[in-house]
């Protein structure tokens, strides 16, 4: 059974908007911060977005700051991203990870434990 769900993905016009949201499935777990990663046709799985729940402190790679929105709720263990002016850059899909032990970074894909099975965004011109 896949630990993380992530509905809402889709297709969207270039310039809109989509907002992705991830939760725990069945297994109970507590988590240090959770993130968002994608990854293109033929690409590396790249840092997308994080946060820290101790904190409340949020992490972006830089090509999404400005235009993309983490939040979420910890103890539930869900997070959400908010996309706009997205770009009309085809189909990628997006993943959530959840960080079980407490990673001093949140930007690489090993800092994470437990990860969705990911969700397609597709924008379009």
């Known amino acids: 059974q896949v630990p993380l769900v992530e509905p809402g993905g889709g297709s969207v016009q270039a310039g809109g908007s989509l907002r992705l949201s991830c939760a725990a499935s069945?297994?109970?777990?507590?988590?240090?911060?959770m993130g968002w990663f994608r990854q293109a046709p033929g690409k590396e799985r790249e840092f997308v977005a994080a946060i820290r729940w101790s904190v409340g402190s949020t992490y972006y790679a830089d090509t999404v700051k400005g235009q993309f929105t983490i939040s979420g709720d910890g103890p539930r263990n869900a997070v959400y991203l908010q996309m706009n002016l997205l770009k009309p850059v085809g189909t990628t899909v997006y993943y959530c990870?959840?960080?079980?032990?407490?990673?001093?970074?949140?930007?690489?894909?090993?800092?994470?434990?437990?990860w969705g099975q990911g969700t397609q965004v597709t924008v379009v011109s």
């Open positions: 990870a959840a960080d079980l032990q407490g990673s001093c970074i949140l930007e690489f894909t090993t800092d994470y434990d437990l």
């Open positions: 069945g297994r109970t777990f507590s988590s240090y911060g």
